[in-house]
């Protein structure tokens, strides 16, 4: 059971265009969602994050938008840069407890110099 | 301290043996987290840690799986009689507490069972 899912696996942006990242979401209890970077050989990096009580939530060229009634988020990396060229995983929780992350599939982004 | 340390790196074994790994969390960091990711996915939960109690543990962790956090510093994940299906990248992350969602990750063991 996929409740977090992330439809494209790869996504191919020339540098200096936008990015759009998707993710849709099952578990309408999921109340946290955030966005993780993973390079080759290392750990995945929290990049941003954003609350069930907000829509967006900006830091430098990274947004977050989310769309509750369609259970869907996006990230978008503007402009882009070939450093962030990795790949891009979604990730959800639930509110109290020791937030349990549940995370997609991940996207792999190229940006072509 | 400047992140979460994995040991070893990588580790290769056969099929019956087996393994264990650590992980060091960030020094203030009371709440662990053990994942494992397999090729094409994302990260899986294994278990939680808040100090030294283990407080969840996945359908996924086997009988044979088992981790520890004695004086909730580190954290050992033991892999007993491991199989060819064990093999992936076992991932340790660590998060503050209260309300921090965000979670701090380490590089991760790769295991293969041959």
């Known amino acids: 059971d996929q409740q977090v899912k992330q439809n494209s696996p790869s996504l191919s942006v020339q540098e200096g265009r936008i990015s759009i990242l998707n993710c849709d979401y099952t578990?309408?209890?999921?109340?946290?969602f955030l966005w993780y970077k993973k390079y080759p050989a290392e750990g995945p990096t929290f990049l941003i994050s954003i609350s069930s009580i907000k829509d967006k939530n900006e830091d430098g060229r990274f947004t977050v938008f989310l769309n509750k009634s369609a259970k869907h988020l996006s990230l978008h990396i503007v402009p882009s840069q070939p450093g962030d060229s990795a790949v891009y995983f979604c990730?959800?929780?639930?509110?109290?407890?020791?937030?349990?992350?549940?995370f997609g599939i991940g996207t792999k982004l190229q940006v072509i110099p | 301290d400047t992140g979460v340390s994995q040991d070893p790196r990588h580790k290769i074994t056969k099929r019956g043996q087996n393994v264990t790994f650590r992980c060091d969390p960030i020094s203030e960091h009371n709440r662990l987290y053990w994942y494992r990711q397999t090729l094409g996915q994302g990260p899986e939960f294994l278990t939680y840690f808040q100090n030294e109690a283990q407080l969840e543990k996945s359908r996924l962790l086997s009988d044979r799986f088992s981790a520890e956090r004695p004086k909730g510093s580190f954290s050992t994940l033991e892999i007993q009689r491991t199989e060819q299906g064990d093999s992936a990248m076992y991932l340790c992350?660590?998060?503050?507490?209260?309300?921090?969602?965000?979670?701090?990750f380490g590089p991760g063991t790769r295991l293969t069972v041959t």
């Open positions: 992350a660590s998060s503050p507490g209260g309300l921090a969602y965000e979670q701090y």
């Open positions: 990730a959800a929780s639930l509110s109290g407890g020791y937030q349990k992350v549940t």
């Open positions: 578990n309408s209890m999921f109340d946290y």
